[in-house]
């Protein structure tokens, strides 16, 4: 039996329950959780703000470092090194492989048939899909990344959404000029990785906007020139602000990282002639002038999730520049698993940066 916390309704605090792992199709792998972090998705989904159909119940997490238990058969990781019991992974979605947007789009982050974790229900097999749980099920097909050494399982963890998707934006956004100056809209885990990455593309400055002031100090760590707290500026201060440093034209570049609220702002923000890239999801909808995206003549880019190399490359970052930024710090709070609830209200309160869960601790 595996221990699982399980989300049964909406809101209300999660239940442990004793969940037994399934039977291994050919290729499955079940793998013993070795820290679990949570995403805003999580809290979203929590709250029934996203709508993914019936999932209750389910258990949350989709950030989930790991290491080999079992596999029937044979796999490899995505470097077509054989995997065994012992070794230490993050998983990426399992994607179908033969829809159009796996195919001819090319986009399989897009797929409609892909299985993601934390959002699938565990009264129907395989059960164990969801990072806050003793043990998690990789069905066969979905891409397994090695975790280096240097790097921790919890931020391993932080690497298979919130980081992969990162770099997934700025691959789609394309290089950055060391005369160009670059916004962060957000100091969440987005908003700090986006920080250190714009920072290590060469960006010419880097300012980032959000709140509260702890997650502040930590975008100071990951590289960022200037900062502003949104509870201390409102949104015409944050201007004049911005327009001040970048001789009235705006930054080059504005990566949206928090919820889509912010889109109007980072539009109204960035230059003429700039780029938008937007990675923060969110609900609601915005007012935005009909004409901006024209007049501005600006370079639009949105991004979902992500694939195997951009885990890979989520990973890699964070082993080869450990000595810059100083990543530990995104690591603020430790969860057991029956606490899972505690940590989940503390992401919700903006308490943390990534609450981590240790399920068999
Ligand atoms: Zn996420
Ligand atoms: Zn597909």
């Not at 082993?319 to 209200?345: C, M, S, V, W």
Request: with cysteine.
């Amino acid at each position: 039996m595996s221990q699982a916390a399980v989300i049964t309704a909406y809101n209300e605090p999660l239940e442990v329950r004793d969940i037994a792992p399934p039977k291994l199709e050919k290729g499955g792998m079940i793998c013993r959780v070795d820290a679990a972090t949570l995403c805003a998705t999580d809290v979203k989904i929590w709250h029934g703000a996203i709508d993914y159909g019936p999932i209750l119940p389910y258990i949350p997490g989709h950030e989930t470092a790991s290491i080999v238990e079992e596999i029937d058969g044979e796999r490899s990781d995505i470097l077509g090194e054989p995997l065994k019991p012992g070794d230490r992974v993050i998983v990426a979605y399992r994607f179908c492989g033969h829809c159009f947007h796996c195919t001819i789009g090319q986009q399989p982050n897009l797929c409609p048939n892909a299985t993601r974790y934390g959002r699938v229900r565990a009264d129907v097999h395989p059960y164990l899909l969801g990072g806050c749980a003793q043990q998690h099920y990789f069905p066969e097909g979905a891409d397994v990344i090695r975790i280096p050494d240097e790097v921790s399982s919890a931020l391993a963890a932080s690497a298979a959404c919130a980081f992969r998707t990162v770099m997934h934006g700025f691959e789609r956004l394309g290089g950055i000029g060391s005369s160009e100056d670059v916004l962060i809209q957000g100091s969440g885990p987005l908003g700090l990785f986006a920080t250190a990455v714009a920072r290590d593309r060469g960006a010419r400055r880097v300012f980032t906007i959000g709140a509260p002031a702890a997650r502040l100090k930590v975008a100071k760590d990951m590289g960022a020139d200037e900062i502003c707290n949104i509870e201390e500026f409102n949104r015409q201060q944050r201007k004049e602000w911005l327009l001040d440093m970048t001789s009235g034209r705006g930054p080059d570049v504005v990566v949206q990282c928090v919820g889509a609220e912010a889109v109007g702002e980072g539009l109204d923000l960035v230059r003429r002639g700039g780029r938008f890239l937007s990675i923060g999801a969110g609900s609601g909808d915005q007012t935005i002038p009909g004409a901006i995206f024209t007049n501005k003549n600006l370079t639009l880019v949105g991004v979902l999730s992500g694939m195997a190399h951009h885990f890979y490359q989520a990973l890699d970052f964070l082993a080869t520049r450990k000595n810059t930024f100083p990543f530990d710090n995104f690591i603020t709070g430790t969860y057991r698993l029956d606490q899972t609830t505690e940590a989940l209200e503390a992401m919700a309160a903006y308490k943390e940066v990534k609450p981590v869960i240790y399920p068999n601790a």
